[in-house]
């Protein structure tokens, strides 16, 4: 389980060391950064498959998603004013938990005029290690620009040293088991996230069309395999805890999924009241949302790591204490961060789990976590250049 959150210099969070629990909700105003702590975390995923600088790329470039204010933040009552950097600009992303810890530093390359890519981020400085906390002792893997070096079995740093190309991450490019078993351990894990963000539930929704369906465990991040989704759900054993979701949303109805001619899978909803099922098509918005978070959330393949984006988006509020309940389920199997300004969805979620509730707010332009001070952040040591 991740214990520790920590992200510099990316957009409104200049300096932010995050607690981690089993379940996290994190909340606050608009504009306070719940947002960007929620890319923050699909960024790190992203360098586990080496696309970091594509995603990067695809917000504007690494200079668009710098910090934008003074290097050291702006003291209360102080004019915002221009300052001469005494740092390389780098932005840095890294979390630790009980058993690992991984960080990232990314900055701009020196510019030569051989190339059009002089704004494509670089690795500068990477490194995985063991326990909660980065010290020199504890290092697994280190990589400073193109070198990486593993630990030996004996204690001391391994006879070789690897080089890999600056834009690519030791992660996804480094691959050596026999080098660093953990390293591959730690990718792994992080290619495990899962990341859901507001369903599509308009007219054209790929979940509102019938398809051929196969056995799937893991949603698909559109929805579109919605209906196989919820059949093997069914299938492994979890109808139970599907019906009963179901009924709590809506007394009286029940799911049920159609096979057609060709192996077509759709969705039936049956409503107390009505004399037939409703397709996926005739569903409304809401319903259909639900059913998406259904399927997701009782996924019988588990991630290590399970990241909400306003799960309570087009959902009336007498539909969020089974959405809590969906999400307390999964917490019993997954480690949950959910990223929610629905109050009723939070106070849902406090009243039948444990949640490490995170407020965020937003100081002279920065992101800060609400009553943190210095003593108050968990350890965190980011790897020098």
Known sequence: MLTTLAVENYRSLRDLVLPLSGLTVVTGPNGSGKSSL???????????????????????????????????GVRPGTRVQGT???KAVGLRLGFAGDEFGYALDLGLPVPVKETMFNLDPEFKR?????????????????????????RAESGGWGPDTYRIRLPDSMLSEFADPRACPELLVVRERIRSWRFYDQFRTDASAPARRSRIGTRTV????????????????IEIGRAADLAAVVDQAFPGSRVEVLAQEGGVLSVQFRQQGLLRPLSAAELSDGTLRFLL?????????????????EPETSLHPDLLPALASLIATAAKETQLVVVSHAQPLIRALSEIADVGALELEKENGETKLVGQGRLDRPSWHWPKR
């Open 84 to 86: 001469v950097r005494t």
């Open 38 to 72: 929620y890319r923050a975390l699909r960024l790190l995923a992203d360098a586990s498959r080496n696309g970091a600088v594509a995603a990067l790329a695809g917000e504007g470039g690494l200079p668009s998603t710098l910090w934008a204010g003074p290097e050291n």
């Open 218 to 233: 893991v949603l698909s991040h559109d929805g579109a395999d919605l209906a196989a989704a919820l059949r093997t759900i």
């Open 126 to 150: 990477e490194a995985v290690w063991s326990g909660p906390v980065l010290k020199p002792a504890a290092l697994l893997a280190d990589r400073a620009g193109p070198s990486v070096r593993t």
């Open 293 to 309: 978070w259904v399927a997701a959330l009782l996924s019988p393949r588990p991630p290590e790591l399970l990241v909400l984006n």
